[in-house]
């Protein structure tokens, strides 16, 4: 169960999901994670490369591995659910 381990960690989803559409900045993940601190945003990305979900590039920014990309593509159901889920709240509040 190391998955649940490492994902039950605040922010590692989180970091998997900003990097979805291709390389990201320190900086500008950091804002994307809603300003979480730079020491946390350190720790997390250095669990991320550590299990090879996440690599760092030449230029300094951070991109999801193959391996990374599994896991997004194994979230992307949960946010389709997700979308759902939101639609059908807002629609009760309608009511």
């Known amino acids: 169960m190391a998955a649940l381990d490492l994902f039950g960690r605040r922010w590692n989803l989180r970091i998997v999901w900003e990097l979805r559409h291709g390389p990201v900045g320190f900086r500008a993940l950091r804002q994307r994670c ?22 760092q590039q030449p230029d300094t ?33 309608k009511d």
């Open 34 to 55: 809603d300003n979480m601190s730079s020491s946390v945003l350190r720790q997390r990305l250095t669990e991320l490369l550590d299990a090879q979900l996440v690599a």
């Open 61 to 93: 920014t951070y991109t999801l591995t193959d391996l990374g990309r599994g896991v997004y593509q194994a979230l992307r159901p949960l946010a389709r659910w997700s979308d759902a889920w939101a639609s059908a709240l807002s629609e009760d509040d």
